[in-house]
């Protein structure tokens, strides 16, 4: 079984993907393999390009710090950002996907496994999900976690929050128009408001779940 794990700014993805992984899930984080694929010489490569030397570090790394500083509140810089790095953190995805299935088979027990990414609905692979878990929580809450969790002023947490506006109906578009072009129907998309975390997070998770098995079962 192959599901999404996506949500906005600390809705808790995080909190989430624990809870799978203590059920044997393998979880795949797409935020990480995004730092994983600036590494790589081609993204490393292309960035210099696109934004010189003084993104380099003296080891001659990438400096995530400023790159980040130069493409928050520039979109066409960071639309560049985003056309170097996306597509080699999606191969890596694939990549990985292939690894865990490739296991679970090996071992003969059922492949479980999730990617767990904020920009799901652009990652081309909606069509070939289970099912989708899409983690929510109260503005304030999220703007809490972020300030905690980030170190961010008010205005650098809600800087980012405006950033994902339109989040669910773009991820309900993406999964339409990728099941559609796929000749099948779009998975079904799972709900789950994070409000206090904790065991009530478990509890939805666990349901959510049961509703995804109870899906395939019948499919």
């Known amino acids: 079984m192959l599901i999404g794990l996506t ?25 990480l393999l995004g730092r994983e694929a600036m590494r790589l010489p081609e993204a490393r490569e292309a960035i210099l390009r696109r934004f010189g030397p003084g993104v380099a570090l003296p080891d001659g790394s990438l400096d995530r710090r400023a790159i980040a500083e130069l493409v928050f509140s520039d979109p066409a810089a960071l639309a560049d950002q985003e056309a170097i790095v996306h597509p080699i953190a999606i191969r890596l995805i694939g990549e990985r996907i292939a690894a865990a299935e490739a296991a679970a088979r090996a071992e003969g027990r059922e492949s479980l496994v999730c990617v ?9 692979m909606l069509a070939r999900l289970d099912a989708v878990i899409e983690i929510r929580a109260p503005i304030l809450i999220r703007l809490l976690r972020g300030m905690r969790r980030d170190g961010e002023g008010l205005g650098g947490a809600l ?9 669910a109906a773009a991820l309900r578009s993406a999964a339409a128009a990728e099941s559609a072009r796929a000749g099948k129907p779009p998975p079904p998309i799972i709900g789950l408001r994070n409000g206090r975390g904790g065991e009530v997070l478990e509890a939805a998770v666990l349901e959510a779940l049961l509703a995804i098995g109870k899906q395939a079962a019948r499919h």
Not at 8 to 28: D, P, Q, T, V
Not at 161 to 167: D, N, V
């Open 7 to 31: 949500g906005g700014y600390c809705a808790g993805k995080n909190s989430a993907c624990a809870i799978l992984e203590a059920r044997g899930w393998k979880c795949i984080d797409a935020d």
């Open 116 to 124: 767990n990414a904020a920009l799901l609905h652009r990652s081309g």
């Open 159 to 167: 800087r980012r929050l405006t950033r994902q506006r339109g989040f």
